[in-house]
Every structure is written in structure tokens, then in C-alpha cells.
């Protein structure tokens, strides 16, 4: 019994020690990253958007996220918008497809509200993480997918802020800003680097909309509403006229529970998980927001908490609108 004893106690020894050692490691690579970022932004050299052109209409149709807008149509936490312009319609990003189930969500949905792979000509993904490019294994290929296979997309222009493939097609990496149509861009790529995920480049959509101004439109928020901000300044003279899709502010618990653990809360931050993002970060995003006096802001709950969701509803009154599947939001 002693011996058994000594052999149990000796192995949570161990495994303290190796979950330390764990810790350690993923701490100083978070201290490290955070410098490289600092790093990698003040490199950059970035200039005016010049000949962007505008587009007179702008129209976003939620394909996917976690609230839906009518029965019928399924949420979930991931994020895909159909983008159109005067001269384009993107698809951004392919939802996460959680269960892996062929029809994915994203294609039950679009079979629903009438949309066909013929309905867009580019592919746009914010960033390589599951819940944006189709699930786990498609992240680990550096791919995506719209349902459990990768469908024939022959024809469509995939924009990328990481090298990625797909079959039959040659993705563009934007890591720099990119113009797309006329009137729409990538701001490039923005790094952060995530406790647990590591370093992350993420791209946002930039939409010159004609006598309005710039419509930015984020997959997650992982770079943070200052440098997103911050980045479409340096490119625009034109004001900020709407802010739409995530900002990764999951204050009170998370959209997802592994083991009764709020996962986003902790994982996907740019924060440590022993200081996790808290109302006060979130109020001050959304004061930083007011300065800019935006006149619709519609903010994802895929990876936002209701408590926050309710705080920029309340804080932007009118200009805040709803964003649920279904929904199509004109601008």
C-alpha cells in the first residue's frame, strides 16, 4: 500500500512539474511575441490606399454566426458574411462546422436564404483559425472548406493573410494591404500574438463607401480594435463610417464550455489567462469607438458575450444594429 502510495504521489509530482514547466514555456513565447509584434508593426511602412475607387452600395448577408435572425437557419461559433459591392461578392470566411456534418451549417443556411457557390466570385479569410476556415483539420492544412469536403470552387479568387491552398486554386497571401475590388481591400494582415495559439495574422475588410466613408469588417478581433483603428487611418483620409463582425469579447463567459470551462475567455486574448479580458477593457474599446462617431456598429456574438453585446448596444444607440443570420445589414 505504502508503495502505491509513493508511486501515485510521485507521478502528480511529476505532472505538476511537466504543467510548470508547460506554463513557463508558454510564457516567456507570450512575453517574446508580444515584443515581435511591437517589432513587426513599427517595420511596417504603411501608405496611402491610392485609386481604391468606392462603391456606391454595400450589402452584408450573415451566412453564418451564433444568433440567427428566423427559424430555420442554424448559428453557431464561427463567421461568414456574403459581401456585395457595385463590382463584387465575397465570401468571408466559411464558418467553423463544429460537428463536421456535410451540409455544414454554412451550406444549410445558404441553401435557406437562396445563395449558391455561383453567387460570389471571391473568397476572403480573415485568419487561420477553425471557427473561420471550416474546422480543425482544415487549420492544421493551412486550407479551408465550406462543408466537410472541399468543394470544386473553380474560377473563385481566395485572398489569404497566411500562405494557404486549396484544390485547383492559388490563394493570394494579403499579408500587405490589398487592394480587391473597386472600393474594397484588405488593411493587410495585423499579428498578435495569443497565449495559447501563438502568433496570429489577421486580416479585415476595408469598404470605401461612396459620400459615407470606411466600412471595416473583422472575422475575430484578434488584433485588437486600437491597431485595426489605427491601420485604416493610416490608409484613409475618409471617415470611419462602420464597424461590423468580431471583437473577441467574451467578459462573462464564453460561447463554448469544454469541462464547464469558458474557452474563449481564455483562449484566443491577447491577454495572459490569469488576467482574462474584463468589462473595463471592453468599456474602453468602446469609448475609443465613440471618438470616431461611427454610424453603424454591429457587433458578432460569436465571439462577444451578451453582456458585451448589450454594452455597445447601449453605448451606440441608433447606429448599432443587430447581427444574426438572415439579417442582411444595407449600408
Not at 505532472?15 to 508580444?34: D, E, I, N, P, S
Not at 442554424?74 to 456585395?84: A, H, M, N, R
Not at 474599446?285 to 462577444?304: F, M, Q, R, Y
Amino acid at each position: 500500500m505504502i508503495a502505491i502510495i509513493l508511486y501515485l504521489s510521485y507521478g502528480i509530482i511529476c505532472l505538476v512539474l511537466l504543467l510548470l514547466a508547460l506554463l513557463m514555456f508558454l510564457t516567456y513565447r507570450f512575453q517574446r511575441g508580444k515584443k515581435r509584434v511591437i517589432q513587426y508593426l513599427e517595420g511596417l511602412n504603411i501608405k496611402r490606399m491610392e485609386g481604391l475607387g468606392t462603391t456606391g452600395s454595400l450589402e452584408i448577408l450573415p451566412l453564418i454566426d451564433w444568433y440567427t435572425d428566423k427559424p430555420g437557419l442554424q448559428g453557431e461559433t464561427g463567421v461568414s458574411y456574403l459581401i456585395k459591392t457595385d463590382e463584387t461578392t465575397i465570401l468571408f470566411d466559411v464558418g467553423y462546422n463544429y460537428e463536421q456534418t456535410d451540409p455544414s451549417p454554412l451550406l444549410h443556411n445558404m441553401s435557406a436564404l437562396g445563395v449558391s457557390l455561383d453567387d460570389f466570385d471571391r473568397i476572403f479569410v480573415s485568419h487561420n483559425h477553425l471557427d473561420h476556415v471550416g474546422g480543425l483539420k482544415f487549420m492544421r492544412r493551412k486550407s479551408f472548406s465550406l462543408t466537410l469536403r472541399q468543394l470544386p470552387l473553380k474560377g473563385k479568387i481566395v485572398y489569404t493573410p497566411i500562405p494557404m491552398n486549396y484544390p485547383g486554386l492559388k490563394p493570394i497571401h494579403t499579408e500587405a494591404p490589398t487592394p480587391i475590388a473597386k472600393g474594397v481591400c484588405s488593411i493587410g494582415a495585423i499579428p498578435t500574438q495569443l497565449f495559447f495559439l501563438g502568433w496570429t495574422l489577421e486580416q479585415a475588410l476595408a469598404c470605401r463607401v461612396e459620400g459615407k466613408g470606411i466600412v471595416l469588417i473583422i472575422g475575430c478581433g484578434h488584433q485588437t480594435l486600437p491597431r485595426i483603428l489605427e491601420r485604416a487611418e493610416a490608409l484613409f483620409e475618409d471617415p470611419l463610417y462602420g464597424v461590423l463582425g468580431g471583437l473577441h469579447f467574451p467578459v462573462t463567459k464564453g460561447r463554448q464550455l469544454v469541462l464547464g470551462i469558458p474557452l474563449e475567455k481564455f483562449v484566443g486574448t491577447g491577454k495572459p489567462p490569469w488576467r482574462p479580458i474584463n468589462k473595463r477593457d471592453v468599456l474602453k474599446n468602446i469609448e475609443l469607438l465613440k471618438t470616431k462617431n461611427p454610424k453603424l456598429v454591429a457587433l458578432s456574438a460569436h465571439d462577444s458575450c451578451d453582456w458585451t453585446l448589450s454594452a455597445f448596444r447601449e453605448a451606440f444607440q441608433g447606429a448599432y444594429q443587430d447581427l444574426r443570420v438572415g439579417k442582411k445589414i444595407i449600408i
